[in-house]
């Protein structure tokens, strides 16, 4: 096994943990309701999270960071990781500081608004951004750099 089958294989790893840290966050439990005593899970933060935009821009943008992320996951096959994958992650981590900092959620369709807990799904979601960001560091492939032979150069004499 050489070294680029072994890279290769740390950084799928990494993809792969990244994606089923994902997958828990999807299922566990993101806000704590305390008004109908009731928990958000984060399939649901993921699927009403764009109306966010109607009421706090701040949420919407840590919604969007999960269209970042996928995007990141995608591009992190290829050796545009390191060019876009990289920056776009980068922002995306930054894009989920709003979602912490929320203290109430509107619980029904007349626009009540009930306070919140943060729950520990959310720290999942964080934790597979974070394990995706590394993950873009580990090259992908491994090159060599071939010195070309001796035979091969011009000399100084011959250049017009």
Request: aromatic share 18%; charged share 10%.
């Amino acid at each position: 096994m050489g070294r680029t089958n072994i890279l290769l294989a740390i950084k799928l790893g990494f993809i792969a943990l990244s994606v089923l840290f994902y997958l828990i966050a999807l299922v566990a439990e993101i806000y704590y309701q305390t008004i109908p005593n009731d928990t958000m899970h984060g399939f649901e933060c993921l699927i009403i999270g764009w109306m966010a935009f109607f009421i706090d821009w701040g949420l919407f943008f840590a919604w969007f960071s999960n269209l970042m992320f996928f995007a990141s996951v995608v591009m992190s096959f290829w050796r545009i990781s390191g060019f876009l994958a990289i920056p776009i992650m980068g922002i995306a981590i930054l894009l989920t500081i709003p979602a912490f900092n929320l203290s109430e959620l509107m619980y029904n369709e007349a626009g009540m608004m009930t306070p919140v807990i943060v729950k520990y799904g959310i720290y999942f979601w964080l934790i597979s951004y974070i394990t995706l960001f590394i993950g873009l560091f580990i090259p992908a492939t491994w090159k060599k750099h071939k010195k070309p032979l001796p035979e091969s150069e011009i000399p100084l004499s011959e250049i017009p």
